[in-house]
């Protein structure tokens, strides 16, 4: 008998930087993924970028995309501050929205964009594409399996080494730069997947800034209700582990570097019993897991993902609201 025959999606992508380059790559390893319109405000780099994955057009800004292409799906994969404009353009018209982290500048945006997506009853989710990675599917299992126990504290890292340069948006406050937005945002999903939502009882947040403002380096603790601790570091100043630990009061897991896509991890239980090593390899960059879950919500008529619902999406913005505040990093009129 011949199997059910998938719907073939029509993907577009706005913003052709170096996250959309990986995304279309990943898109052809999905059978049911077709990439048929990128826009850039740059069209030579619409042109190169479309002729480099086959992909039919490209357009010099991103409303002629939104209003011509005919995608039934559009990737938001602009600059942090460009998340919002877009995802609201592309909403307004009707097209479903797969957009990068972090969702929005701040928690005001991150609401309204829940809002009218459910308001219009279009389909939006923010890639977070850690949550889709066969190796954290896994650790998600262990955890709740309730083989650990109680979690009483988890703890990750993300940093790494830029140089500096001020037009970059990694450094531009008029662009979102910064650790937690960029990288720090990953250990703050750690958090809330073990413990939360909603937001932790207890936010404390210390960070140092570059000459422009934004945050360079970033800790936090968290606590939450029933004595959980997550605890988190990210940088661009310096190469760190990219590792996690997750607590239990009967065992611990270790997960390997870079822990937020993670090949593989350990569990090790406190009864003295060896380590349990797990390995989940996959091939590509791995953005193709968020994307075919998109495709599936799509096909079952879903107004948003069950896995990254938009309020997960609405309260991650809200504490790193809180975080930015307590490191006094301000984005004005980044919005
Ligand atoms: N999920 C992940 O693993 C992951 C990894 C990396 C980045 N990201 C996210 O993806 C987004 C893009 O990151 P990226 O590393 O691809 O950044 P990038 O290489 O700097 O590209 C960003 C793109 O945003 C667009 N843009 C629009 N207005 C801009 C402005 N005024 N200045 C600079 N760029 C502007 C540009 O697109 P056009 O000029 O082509 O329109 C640019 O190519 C970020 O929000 C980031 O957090 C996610």
Redesign the pocket.
Known sequence: MEGTKKRIFRWGIL??????HKFATDLQRLPNARLVAVA???VQ?ARVFAEQYGCEQAFGSYEELIQRAGVDVVYV????T??YSSTMDCLRSGIPVLC???FAMNGQQAAEMAQLARERGVFLME?L?TLFIPGMEAVLEQVRSGVLGRIHSVKADFGFYAAYKADW?LFDPK?GGGALL?VGIYPVLLAMLIFGPPLPSGIHTVGTRTRDGVDETCSFIFQYEGNGLAMGHATVAADTPVEAWIYGEKGQIHIQPRWHHPTTFTLQMHDGSDPEEFSFPYEGWGYHFEAAHVMDCLEAGKKESDRVPLEFSCTLSRTMDVMLAQMGVKYEGAC
């Open positions: 913003g052709l930087g170096k996250i959309a850039s405000t740059d780099r994969a602009t600059a942090h460009g998340h990068e982290k972090p890639a594409w948006r662009l960029d």
